[in-house]
């Protein structure tokens, strides 16, 4: 399969005019012409001067929460026309695959290998997060600098990057798009490999209600010069035009395009696209996380190297620096929830899929925790007897901690449960009469988020729900 499809060439012409003279949502464009680029902390704030208030509201933040990020984050810097962008130096050295998570155990392709370029989370979503990993000529960015096209490599697992994708690239590359869906999987926000048209992404005008961003996954070479896992502007994905675009994520930082590396990259790249600021603490940049085993945990906005769960955040962690509420900011710059999937009541419970199973019948359904308050209700008609219930978060990277219920029609309580060393939990139990019975899924925490855990802030996501019970 080819690795060749320059970066949307055919839109660079229609969208630099709009993306020069109206870049951002939030404000109009201040007129900056800052006498350096790339200045941090009390530099950088002294450099805007009185024209702070200006910035700031560019930037959909108030002055003082852009002078005290600017403070908190050296990683945080101008370009010179004023726009915060971010340089995501790695603190520490990476250690070598296999990382922490499944990416040498065995996986479920979501798709054929033919089609690893045509991945889709949520087609027909207004918004779209484009995975691009074959490269790309850019030109007319923020990245270019003023000076000519940047040939971005890509994306390169085995060595061979002037050849086709080889079939472990192509798992390598739906396994990373299965991580990136789910921790935008309660966005109303489609995250696809397949080169979305121009006008998916492009914001037009303010009126323009279709747009998105790239995360372009390349190779630092004759790109940017750093020892970064990427780099992105802060709040641009809903920027009239492109001009701030891509998001840049760097395989060859990332222990050699290393498969939760990169995903955990690009999603927090993506995350500074959509006004995200890093989650540091008192030891340095990025929280790296606490606890152990299948739940431990870190912030996305940190860094997710290192731990299974990774995390949408408040900053509950002990000497977290960061507090905003990442799903609100996100929603401030153009990433809304998707909408309610499955009631939160008997009255309006989903009622689940059945097939026969000899005197069985076997249940099966499927949906997303999108809020903190969601919980999705399903139903079932079964005769009296044993039967257990499963439900399962994404395979792959979950950032979902589920707790089940299972209820009679009068709302007693038969079975329930919240495993706390897996994400997953299962129901066996006895029922006591035939009748309609309902199950209760929802995203939980588990033990203390300061020290050792997280509460149910970010334990959202996809799930399935598999089932035997006695037929009615």
């Not at 074959?134 to 000519?148: E, H, P």
């Not at 040939?151 to 050849?163: H, K, R, S, Y």
């Not at 199973?357 to 949906?367: A, K, M, P, Q, R």
Request: include cysteine; aromatic fraction near 8%.
């Amino acid at each position: 399969m080819s690795r060749t499809s320059p970066w949307r060439a055919t839109l660079a012409a229609t969208a630099l005019a709009s993306a020069l003279t109206t870049a951002l949502a939030a404000a109009p464009a201040p007129r900056l012409s800052l006498p350096e680029a790339g200045a941090s902390g009390q530099r950088a704030i002294d450099l805007l001067g009185d024209r702070l208030p200006e910035v700031a509201a560019w930037h959909k933040r108030s002055p003082e929460a852009l002078r005290e990020m600017l403070l908190r984050d050296p990683l945080m810097r101008l370009d010179r026309q004023g726009r915060v962008y971010v340089v995501d130096e790695l603190e520490h050295p990476l250690p070598p695959a296999p990382e922490v998570g499944p990416q040498s155990a065995p996986g479920v392709l979501t798709a054929p290998l033919a089609d690893t370029f045509k991945l889709h989370s949520r087609p027909g979503a207004k918004r779209t997060i484009y995975l691009d990993f074959n490269g790309a000529v850019l030109t007319n960015t923020a990245w270019n600098n003023g000076g000519g096209p940047i040939t971005a490599q890509p994306f390169d697992a085995d060595g061979n990057v002037n050849t086709n994708f080889s079939d472990m690239e192509l798992e390598r590359i739906q396994y990373i798009w299965q991580r990136v869906a789910e921790d935008y999987a309660p966005f109303d926000v489609d995250v696809t490999t397949e080169e979305p048209s121009p006008d998916k992404l492009t914001r037009s005008s303010m009126a323009d209600e279709v747009y998105g961003t790239t995360a372009l996954i390349t190779n630092t070479a004759g790109v940017y010069n750093c020892s970064c896992g990427g780099v992105a502007y802060v709040g641009v994905f809903d920027a009239v035009g492109d001009f701030y675009k891509p998001a840049l994520v760097f395989w060859n930082m990332l222990g050699s395009g290393n498969e939760k590396y990169v995903a955990e990259a690009t999603s927090h790249e993506v995350g500074h696209n959509l006004g995200l600021s890093h989650d540091g603490y008192s030891g340095g940049g990025y929280y790296p996380g606490h606890g152990s085993g299948d739940t431990g945990w870190a912030p996305i906005m940190g860094v997710g190297y290192y731990q299974p769960v990774v995390q949408w955040s408040i900053g509950e962690y002990n000497t977290a620096n960061n507090h905003e509420d990442d799903i609100v900011v996100m929603g401030n710059n153009g990433a809304p929830l998707r909408p309610d999937d499955h009631g939160n009541k008997a009255g309006k419970a989903t009622a689940l899929a059945t097939t026969p199973n000899g005197s069985n019948i076997n249940l099966t359904g499927s949906g997303v925790i999108e809020r903190r308050k969601d919980k999705d209700v399903f139903k079932f008609t079964a005769g009296a007897g044993a039967g257990s219930i499963t439900v399962s978060p994404d395979s792959r990277s979950a950032n979902l901690d589920v707790f089940v219920k299972l209820t009679d029609a009068a709302g007693t309580v038969v079975a329930k449960a919240k495993p706390p060393t897996t994400l997953g939990a299962t129901l066996s139990f006895n029922l006591p009469a035939a009748g309609t019975y309902y199950v209760t899924v929802d995203g939980v925490g588990v033990y203390d988020p300061a020290t050792d855990g997280y509460s149910d802030y970010g334990s959202l996501g996809q799930y399935r729900v598999t089932g035997t019970v006695r037929a009615p």
